[in-house]
């Protein structure tokens, strides 16, 4: 035997007809599903709304609360490995199904990310930069926090925010008091302003074994709260490019993390800061799918599957753009332009913000 062994790890990679379940049957539910049927292997969702987007791409659907022990059990039971596509699930439905079969990512990664406070505090631990903050439950601590930190801030809920929901931004004009009042009762932070040139993410992914492998960092754009845009490549130096992708790394080995993640970056003079992780795959990620040989949602049924993973390198440029609401009417015109591949993901409801589908414009790698 060598004298040298690295520590044992499970490698039982999943095989054709293996099952992955997915917690959350949204679009990257469907995305994560058509990904997995690409290898051979099968997708149970467990999502309590009807219908959602992945049912139609998916082996088996299963219709019931977060809170339904049994459902739970039962789909733990019928699945090799479980992942999810979005991080707020609750922590009861974890303790359940964590009894009978393996969750990738694994809970640290939500603990962290669920909540804004711990997931700053985490960082900052890691020594990554992150906006200023402060906690707020209260006109006092509001108010204290202010002080501390300015009135270029943003107050948000620590908890179950997404496409800007949950957050106001302050002004020199804005009254503690009345915004106070909108948020009583939840538990929130102040973040100060980061004064950013620009937003940037990296999609990374790690395997059982530790490997790594980042795509190329995207250039964020967003309106009205909601991402717009994603274009590859970012503006960036080489050493920022670098930055990114290594701060990016220290923290999936930090979580000890299995998966794709999205971390989400402001580029400022002073160095990049770290906005958000997303324990998921994200939709700044989509631009992949056109982009790469293996796409992020291949590389996370890969990793989860304990398969090898692609590299991450790229052969186009891309921009990747989202289809919000009546936004949806343009795919017909958009499916005449040759350079165009449209994700659609079959919502028949039209909603103000609601993501019907996006597209990626490729051209020629610079
Ligand atoms: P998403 O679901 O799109 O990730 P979210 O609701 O989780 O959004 P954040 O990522 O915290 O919210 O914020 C959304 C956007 O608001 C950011 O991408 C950025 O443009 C802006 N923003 C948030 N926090 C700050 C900050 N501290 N300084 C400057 N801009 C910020
Ligand atoms: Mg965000």
Known sequence: APLFQKSPVMHKPLKTGDVIGILGGGQLGRMLSIAAAKLGLRTHIYEPSAD?????????????????????????KSVDVVTYEFENIPTTALDILEQHTAIHPAREALRVSQDRLI?????????????????????????????????????????LGYDGKGQVRLTDASDPFEIWQRFEGLDMILE?????????SVIGARSTCGDIACFDPGENFHRNGILHTTTIPARLSASQRTDAILLTAKIMNALD?????????????????VNEIA????????????????????????????WPLGDGSRHSNVVMENLIGTDIYRAEDLAKDNNVALHLY???????GRKMG????ISAKD
């Open 119 to 159: 997931e700053k505090t985490y960082l900052n631990d890691l020594g990554l930069k992150t906006a200023p903050f402060a906690a707020v439950n209260s006109f006092e601590t509001l108010t204290s926090a202010i002080s501390e930190i300015g009135t270029a801030a943003i107050l948000k809920t620590r908890r």
């Open 192 to 200: 100060g302003y980061v004064a950013f040139s620009h937003e940037i």
């Open 52 to 76: 959602p987007p992945a049912a139609d791409v998916a082996h088996r659907v299963i219709t019931a609360p977060y809170e339904d022990g049994s459902a739970l059990i039962a789909f733990a």
């Open 346 to 352: 079959g919502k028949s409801d039209v909603k103000p």
């Open 279 to 306: 324990p998921r795959v994200h939709n700044s990620g989509h631009w992949t799918q056109n982009g790469c040989a293996v796409d992020q949602f291949e590389q996370h049924i890969r990793a989860v599957a304990q």
């Open 257 to 273: 993390y299995v998966g794709v993640m999205g971390v989400e970056l402001f580029v400022t003079p002073q160095g990049l800061i």
């Open 358 to 361: 996006h597209f990626n414009r």
